[in-house]
């Protein structure tokens, strides 16, 4: 077993999972791999709170700016890169801290993927649409009725995680649980320990620094960034550009909204992402959770983790 753990760090956006494993990594010599979708994207810096450059001075970064918005990225490629990225750092005797957002890239690195469909969005519209009708409990029979296994692990009010196992089902004509069970077979885990946390917050203060981001986004020019995208000829139908803040501004430069509603749009998107992130993790065992709540709380987590990941790491040694 290799004697380096990797140590994981998730949870939603705006929560300070960045700033507290800047921390973390610079006290116990760590690198930072990002887990998240949009950051592998060179130029979506503002608005993917990508690291600054004296961040990336102070702690080395990996799996930023890997492609450019008009490329493909998939989370197999995710897959592909951080385990190279892992594999790296601890050849070098120095600890992959993981920290992001993006659940689907982390689960991916510990579960493995099963080659479904991609996304579907008129199906997944026609679902949702559904569910305003019948309730979300009328999806949740009907998956029940061809997957009992995801349906038992999916709680009903959990509309994202229903919608996605019938839309996997009705594309692959097999169940979601079973393409899940193949993965898990064939994947070829991470070697070594690996420590994973959660860090949250209460939810109105969590919202209330959602709020602050967006506010400190705009003041930093995402609205430059986005028309400077734009500018140098990126269709605003890439994937990228239809991410949260980047289709915002995209809508306002566009002429269908003003300033002020994109703004308030943004804010509110965020807040539902964040919702939708937090019921993801939460359905994830392994993930010890920590509670931030002001800075004192904060230098306690700082500990907490210091003192687990030496603690860890001197045993596997």
């Excluded at 077979?185 to 320990?193: K, L, Q």
């Amino acid at each position: 077993m290799n004697a380096v753990p990797l140590v994981v760090l998730v949870g939603a956006t705006a929560v300070g999972k960045s700033s507290m494993a800047l921390a973390v990594a610079e006290r116990v010599g760590g690198e930072i791999v990002a887990a998240d979708s949009m950051q592998v994207y060179r130029g979506l810096d503002i608005g993917t709170a990508k690291p600054t450059a004296e961040e990336r001075r102070r702690v080395p970064h990996h799996l930023l700016d890997l492609v450019d918005p008009g490329q493909p990225f998939t989370a197999a490629d995710y897959v592909r890169w951080a385990s190279a990225a892992i594999a790296e750092i601890r050849a070098r005797g120095c600890l992959p801290i993981m920290v992001g957002g993006t659940g689907l890239y982390v689960r991916a690195l510990f579960r493995g993927l099963f080659d479904g469909p991609g996304e579907m969005t008129p199906l997944r519209e026609t679902l949702h649409q559904e569910a305003a009708q019948m309730g979300g409990a009328a999806l949740h029979q009907r998956l029940d009725a061809i997957d009992p296994e995801a349906a038992a692990a999916i709680h009903p009010n959990d509309l994202f995680r229903i919608v996605r196992a019938l839309e996997v089902a009705a594309a692959s004509g097999r169940p979601i649980s079973t393409l899940r069970a193949e993965a898990r077979r064939n994947h070829i885990p991470v070697p070594g320990p690996v420590m994973t946390f959660g860090l949250e917050r209460n939810r109105q203060e969590l919202y209330q620094r959602i709020e602050a981001r967006v506010e400190a986004m705009m003041s930093q020019g995402l609205l430059r960034e986005v028309r400077n995208l734009l500018d140098r000829g990126y269709c605003a139908t890439l994937k990228p550009l239809q991410a949260i803040g980047y289709r915002h501004m995209i809508g306002y430069l566009n002429g269908r909204t003003s300033l002020d509603e994109a703004v308030a749009s943004l804010k509110r998107d965020t807040r539902r992402y964040a919702k939708r992130q937090l019921t993801w993790f939460r359905h994830e065992n392994e993930i010890e959770w920590l509670t931030a709540e002001g800075s004192t709380m904060n230098e306690r987590i700082f500990h907490v983790l210091v003192e687990r990941i030496e603690g860890t790491w001197l045993r596997a040694a």
